[in-house]
């Protein structure tokens, strides 16, 4: 029923609770979404976990998100969730070697501190991110992030570049406030 239906039609039946039109967005894009994750990480299982949690959060947020391009919004949600993986997963490698190395432990020490508060306060920012729309995360993510100009993004989320300019000033006031309280937090217990 929903195979020769474009996107547009999918998703207004979807909004309006149509179980069927999201299991006919789900065999039209999940197979592309897969292939897309599966290019970054190459691990079947996850790649599905990703899957499946794109499109559980597609259904769940069917009546807040608003959504112009599928092929763009999943390829970016895609791509946002191996980040996360790959952030979540990241591994400190191992160096063997066959001699003794002398260094200064209390530096090394410091140095290992340095790193855990940096990947705390990244933690915190990205938690704070989360509380912004979701179409704003996903322009601050793709400009700040993913590094991609603000044309490249305009083109791939099908909305002007303004629009793109104005959402990263947003995210980044947002979080320009959220750091001004803890530096202020910092002092007080300093």
């Not at 039109?21 to 990703?50: G, M, P, Q």
């Not at 993510?141 to 793109?164: F, H, T, W």
């Amino acid at each position: 029923m929903y195979e020769d239906q474009p996107d547009v039609a999918v998703w207004e039946a979807i909004q309006q609770d149509d179980v069927k039109a999201f299991n006919a967005l789900f065999e039209r894009y999940w197979s592309r979404v897969f292939t897309t994750a599966f290019s970054h990480l190459k691990d079947r299982e996850v790649c599905e976990e990703i899957v499946h949690s794109i499109f559980l959060n597609i259904w769940t947020k069917r009546h807040q998100l608003q959504i112009g391009s599928f092929q763009q919004y999943l390829t970016a949600a895609a791509r946002y969730h191996v980040y996360k993986h790959l952030k979540s997963a990241k591994v400190i490698p191992l160096r063997y070697t066959d001699q003794v190395e002398q260094f200064d432990r209390q530096a090394q020490g410091n140095q290992e501190e340095e790193e855990m508060r940096a990947q705390e306060l990244e933690l915190q920012l990205d938690t704070h991110l989360e509380k912004l729309p979701r179409r704003c995360q996903e322009i601050f993510y793709l400009s700040r992030k993913m590094l991609l100009p603000n044309e490249d993004i305009a083109s791939q989320l099908g909305i002007s570049k303004r629009s793109v300019e104005n959402q990263i000033t947003v995210a980044q006031r947002h979080l320009r406030l959220f750091l001004k309280n803890t530096a202020l937090l910092i002092l007080f217990l300093v």
